[in-house]
T-cell receptor, first 111, second 116 residues
Framework: GQQVMQIPQYQHVQEGEDFTTYCNSSTTLSNIQWYKQRPGGHPVFLIQLVKSGEVKKQKRLTFQFGEAKKNSSLHITATQTTDVGTYFCAGSGGSNYKLTFGKGTLLTVNP | GAVVSQHPSRVICKSGTSVKIECRSLDFQATTMFWYRQFPKKSLMLMATSNEGSKATYEQGVEKDKFLINHASLTLSTLTVTSAHPEDSSFYIC????????????FGSGTQLSVL
């Protein structure tokens, strides 16, 4: 079945440093989504990427979808303490929105 | 934005009892809802796809008689953990598919189940 690998598992940065998490799928995806889960909270939708090579920005967050639609990345510029949480990618191979989640990257930020 | 309400947020029960968890889409209709399970510091694992008016589709390894799903209306899906045991203790979370302009999944706030 479809597998989504996400690295790194953990990342600790100093406030102001950049952060990137990567996802790779074993199969071509129809779309990939990114979620953020704060400690003790539930996943919150950040963005969806659909097109090959797509790049989307949300303030300090930059999301990319690979040309082959098998990998994606989330980059945060100049991290802040409010960025702390686990970032999950989730891919769908079809149009039924049955998502396969990556294991997530736990980001901690030292003020 | 769209809201999905999940209730209860936390439940503690004795081994052998059944627990029902509700997932409601408050301001949109959802023909499709999903149920996930999340172990501590782990990712979300899809348990089943809940389809309004039809039987749920379970993922491999998920016991359908153990985890009963009912999606009787366009705004409500329920997950019943039957004869719960300590190994069923977990964080259960639902999501509902909004099929307005730009399909999106919205998540409930989750239910922490503890079976004693």
């Amino acid at each position: 079945g479809q597998q989504v690998m996400q690295i790194p598992q953990y990342q600790h940065v100093q406030e102001g440093e950049d952060f990137t998490t990567y996802c790779n799928s074993s199969t071509t995806l129809s779309n990939i989504q990114w979620y953020k889960q704060r400690p003790g909270g539930h996943p919150v939708f950040l963005i969806q990427l659909v097109k090959s090579g797509e790049v989307k920005k949300q303030k300090r967050l930059t999301f990319q979808f690979g040309e082959a639609k098998k990998n994606s990345s989330l980059h945060i510029t100049a991290t802040q303490t409010t960025d702390v949480g686990t970032y999950f990618c989730a891919g769908s191979g079809g149009s039924n929105y049955k998502l396969t989640f990556g294991k997530g990257t736990l980001l901690t930020v030292n003020p | 934005g769209a809201v999905v309400s999940q209730h209860p947020s936390r439940v503690i029960c004795k081994s052998g009892t059944s627990v029902k968890i509700e997932c409601r889409s408050l301001d949109f209709q959802a023909t499709t809802m999903f149920w996930y399970r999340q172990f501590p510091k782990k990712s979300l694992m899809l348990m089943a796809t809940s389809n309004e008016g039809s039987k749920a589709t379970y993922e491999q390894g998920v016991e359908k008689d153990k985890f009963l799903i009912n999606h009787a209306s366009l705004t409500l899906s329920t997950l019943t953990v039957t004869s719960a045991h300590p190994e069923d203790s977990s964080f259960y979370i639902c999501s509902a598919l909004s099929q307005g302009v730009g399909e999106k999944l919205f998540f409930g706030s989750g239910t922490q189940l503890s079976v004693l």
